[in-house]
């Protein structure tokens, strides 16, 4: 569908999940006040499934190798080298101490205590969630990792996403999914324990939830559904463009995809190979310059950006919103998706604008320390008496200056 800029502007992506935050309210309620009973009941009502426990035993993480493929527990071991990499240089020199005017300030990173990661599931399973959800966690120390993740029609897990689980070392698996997982992570349940932050990627309402248990415990991002944004001339491949538009709208009926290109010919081409690819709506394509759609899609923050024009590389500067940023026609979002590095939990819904992706940062913490010495505080102290006094702080004030007496 090809649409002015106007209705790009005034799209509201965040429209549908204020229409689901009641019911993800009434969810989260009943886990608080059942706990495990409501996990099960929820479960069966949402998924049509019986559970058959809620922790995964550790014998069918175990049992799961011998369900797998070699060669894809290869390509998870692959993918696990190259987002620790990746994630890894981030932890170079991180604390800071400064030494001056006979004082010591500095800054340390601690990580969070506990996390949970959610996985998605449902229409697929995504094992490569669990390695870009818990790699950068146990990177950043995490003492204790658990993950949620929805069972299959059967009550239990993908083998493979267990298999990518205990490749990351997570200390427990939860069969379940949804909001009433993000629930159970935030408050706790008799079989889960709450943790400190909740990061992953999901569906409507697992965004909803974890909106809304953030009055409670961190979040990572709000980060789903999925969407993507290309920028492209005529010059772009079409097959290319074509297939990563098709890629991100499979993840969900939810999930939005935006063309902007120079050429309504290239326009019109794309959308009809796209919908010979999979059937969606939800691709809008608007007929920009460059320089045009580059200041749009800052305003747009989109999750996925892939910039597939002559000289891409030389706008990478003028990106100042998105999650993640792919440069001609060979980086495929997909690349990003399991295996280059980067991280693919991004923030979505014009959240890139100040959220950014999941990495080891997003469980770290800082904590500022200083040491004074007497000439040091003698230094600042004639400031720090006078704004005492004009805030009308008194004990303030005259803690400083019982030291400098």
Known sequence: MIVSKEFLVNFERKGSLKEVFPKV???IDMVKR?????LINLTERFDGVK???????SEEIDDAYDRVDDELVDALEAAKENISNFHYITMVDRDIRLDFDYMVLGKKYTP???????IPGGRASYPSTALMGGLPAKIAGVKRLIACTPPDDSGGINPLTLVA???VGFDRVYAVGGAQAIAAMAYGTETIKRVEKIAGPGNIYVTAAKLLVQRDVAIDMPAGPSEILVIADESANLEFVSLDIAA???HDPSSIAILLTDSREFAEKVEKRVSELIESKNLYTCILKI????????????????LVFKNADNWIDKIENAGSVFIGDYSPVAAGDYASGTNHILPTSGYARMYSGLSVETFLKHITYQKIEKNGLRKIGDSILRLAEAEGLKLHKKSVEERLK
Request: net charge negative; hydrophobic share 40%; aromatic share 4%.
């Open 25 to 27: 309210e009434e969810i």
């Open 34 to 38: 059942d706990g495990d009973d409501a």
């Open 51 to 57: 559970l058959r426990y809620i922790e995964v035993p």
């Open 112 to 118: 969070v205590e506990s996390a949970g990661i959610y």
């Open 165 to 167: 689980c205990d490749i």
């Open 248 to 250: 991100q709208l499979e």
């Open 291 to 306: 320089e045009e759609a580059i200041e749009l899609s800052n305003l747009l923050a989109p999750e996925h950006l892939s």
